[in-house]
């Protein structure tokens, strides 16, 4: 049974930072694409950042233009885990993101149909 558990959320002052955490399990993390994404009150969800399986080549990594320069998405394969690191966090981050794995295939992937696997989420709440 695949699960996978959001840490790191909370509430922070505009330019601060925040690390969020994705501990996952009942899989083989190394080869499952994974991805953030995150939904603001009536909004969509969207995809903040993905991470590609483990390949010779490497780790291909997406970050959305909205974040770009100031969010970073790594994984740790040894930890079964993966990382938001997100700085110079401002009012329009406030939301709950959420940690999602792909079943099938390593390449990037940026829709939430295309993900299998979803945390609980965690809050994000960033103030003026």
């Known amino acids: 049974q695949v699960q996978l558990v959001e840490t790191g959320g909370g509430l922070v002052q505009a330019g601060g930072s925040l690390r969020l955490s994705c501990a996952a399990s009942g899989l083989t993390f190394s080869r499952h694409t994974m991805g953030w994404f995150r939904q603001a009150p009536g909004k969509k969800r969207e995809l903040v950042g993905a991470?590609?399986?483990?390949?010779?080549?490497?780790?291909?990594?997406y970050i959305a233009d909205s974040v770009k320069g100031r969010f970073t998405i790594s994984r740790d394969n040894a930890k079964n885990t993966v990382y938001l690191q997100m700085n110079i966090l401002n009012s329009g981050d406030t939301g709950v993101y959420y940690c999602a794995a792909r079943s099938v295939g390593g390449d990037l992937f940026y829709a939430t149909s295309d993900y299998d696997y979803w945390g609980p989420g965690t809050q994000v709440t960033v103030s003026a």
């Open positions: 991470l590609g399986a483990l390949t010779v080549r490497g780790t291909r990594t």
